[in-house]
């Protein structure tokens, strides 16, 4: 089956940063749109922004607010065809200080969530022989970095949940892709800089500095170039590429 001509999509993470910057791409590319995230007020603005957008409120680290999500993201747009695995956190903490609520907490909202949605969203796409998923990982999940151990691990496993579960949808017109940016311009790397500037002697323009330098262009990546990357791994040009990992670092990785 080839690409519905208004396939429906369902953003995690949707109300700001890349979430919203996806939304927007698919939109342009005549898909409809169910954006979902925790806070209420800022998927319904996103949605409104966009204009025929269903907002949902809902935690994807819990299986019965995504099954609700997901019922009410049909009942609005019909089934699935594009999710868009985007909800994430990033808290840092010494490798000693890092506990198990920490741990468990971090692997829930960047890897459990996105094996959630990927169950429910999957049983259409492989009955309509046509699917898009792309989880959104980090450059977090192709190398090491200190004081993010969590992150870090769960950004690995991400696209390890990635590579095995294109090997088995590959024969029936899904895809399964990851990408892999480096530091965006997003409200995760604001409360990045803030947490350096609180536990160092950094201010905020040198904190920003030393993120800045680990992209040899020497710059921040824009959710608009991992929004890009992302709605093209969802059309049909992009059928032959499966189970990839894709840096956006401006050449970290």
């Not at 907002?55 to 299986?63: G, L, M, Q, R």
């Not at 999500?69 to 089934?79: D, K, L």
């Not at 890092?98 to 949605?117: E, I, K, S």
């Amino acid at each position: 089956m080839t690409r519905p001509e208004r396939p429906h999509a369902l953003v995690t993470g949707g109300g700001s940063g890349i979430g919203l910057a996806v939304a927007r791409a698919l939109a342009e590319g005549g898909a409809r749109l169910s954006l979902v995230g925790r806070d209420a007020a800022k998927i319904a603005s996103a949605a409104k922004a966009i204009g025929d957008a269903c907002p949902i409120s809902a935690d994807v680290t819990d299986e019965a607010a995504i099954h609700a999500a997901f019922e009410a993201a049909r009942a609005t747009h019909g089934p699935i065809d594009i999710l868009i695995s985007n909800a994430g956190a990033a808290p840092s903490a010494p490798f000693r200080d890092t506990d198990l609520t920490l741990w468990n907490a971090t692997l829930a909202v960047n890897l459990t969530g996105a094996f959630l949605c990927a169950r429910a969203a999957l049983p259409h796409m492989l009955q309509s022989k046509w699917g898009r998923i792309v989880n959104v990982a980090s450059v977090a999940g192709l190398k090491g970095y200190a004081y993010v151990s969590a992150y870090c691990a769960a950004k690995h496993g991400l696209v390890g949940l990635t590579r095995a579960l294109a090997q088995e949808t590959a024969k029936h017109g899904v895809t399964v892709n990851a990408v892999c940016p480096g530091y965006v311009e997003t409200e995760i790397v604001t409360e990045s800089i803030a947490r350096l500037t609180r536990k160092t002697t950094l201010d905020e323009t040198t904190a920003r500095a030393s993120l800045v330098a680990f992209n040899p262009q020497g710059r921040m990546i824009s959710a608009r170039e991992v929004a890009a990357m992302i709605a093209w791994l969802c059309g049909e040009d992009a059928a032959a590429i499966n189970g990839a990992a894709i840096p956006i670092t401006g050449g970290e990785i």
